[in-house]
């Protein structure tokens, strides 16, 4: 059954969101992301959905329908606590500060629009239409607040691609990011 993510199952959505998705976020650590997932909670443009079974969590969607200054927004919501496990994470890796900074000035953020920011399901419950119940009620829920189309980015090496390509969405541009190819695929609503 898909709900609304709750604080009590953040810790799912985390071990899920490290042991599933690939990227930048999941470095930071289970500290960074459990603050991330909470501060959502209080952030009215970034909304998390989770499919649940008996009370596991087997996969979960974010998106967020103004990406505008999204990280800003969020990082506002506990500056200290995040500056704090920032600063850690680079006094602990400092020869990826450089690469920390070009995250958080990830392009998609930069612009007012609608995206789909994480999808993940875990890997011993796929290929059983999960991923495809959470793009469809994120594409109805974006529909209720009038939203059209949405974007999704994704790393072109992924095979997440076959599932957009399955799911109606089109690829629209790709583009070099932090050394990597990504894929921009947009999803049209329809009535
Ligand atoms: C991408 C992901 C969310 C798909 O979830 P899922 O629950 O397995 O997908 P579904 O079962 O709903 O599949 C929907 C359709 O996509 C197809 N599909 C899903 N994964 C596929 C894959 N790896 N290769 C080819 N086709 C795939 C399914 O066959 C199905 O097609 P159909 O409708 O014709 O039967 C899941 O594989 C995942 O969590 N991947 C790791 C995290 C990730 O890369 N996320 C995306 C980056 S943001």
């Keep these: 059954m ?9 810790d799912q959505v985390v ?4 042991n599933e998705l690939s ?20 952030t009215p443009d970034l909304v998390t959905y989770v499919e649940e079974e008996n009370g596991k969590v087997r996969g979960f969607v974010s998106y967020s329908v103004n990406t505008e200054g ?8 506990d500056l200290l606590g995040f500056v704090i496990v920032l600063l850690r994470y680079i006094i602990t ?16 953020f930069s612009s007012k629009r609608a995206e789909l920011l994480s999808i993940a399901v875990d890997r011993n419950h796929r290929m059983k ?14 529909k209720k607040k009038g939203i059209k189309k949405f974007k999704i980015s ?26 990597e190819l990504m894929n921009y695929y947009e999803y049209e609503i329809r009535d």
């Design 2 to 10: 898909i709900k609304p993510l709750t604080d009590q199952k953040i």
């Design 15 to 18: 071990n899920l969101h490290r």
């Design 23 to 42: 990227g930048f976020l999941p470095e930071l650590g289970e500290e960074f992301l459990t603050k991330f997932y909470r501060a959502s909670l209080e």
């Design 70 to 77: 999204l990280n800003s927004r969020i990082l506002k919501k």
């Design 93 to 108: 890796h400092p020869l990826k500060t450089v690469k920390f900074i070009k995250i958080i000035a990830y392009p998609g």
């Design 129 to 142: 239409g999960i991923g495809k119940k959470l793009l469809k009620i994120t594409a109805s829920d974006m």
């Design 154 to 179: 994704v790393y072109d090496r992924l095979p997440a691609n076959a599932f957009y390509m399955k799911t109606g969405c089109k690829l629209t541009e790709s583009f070099e990011f932090m050394g």
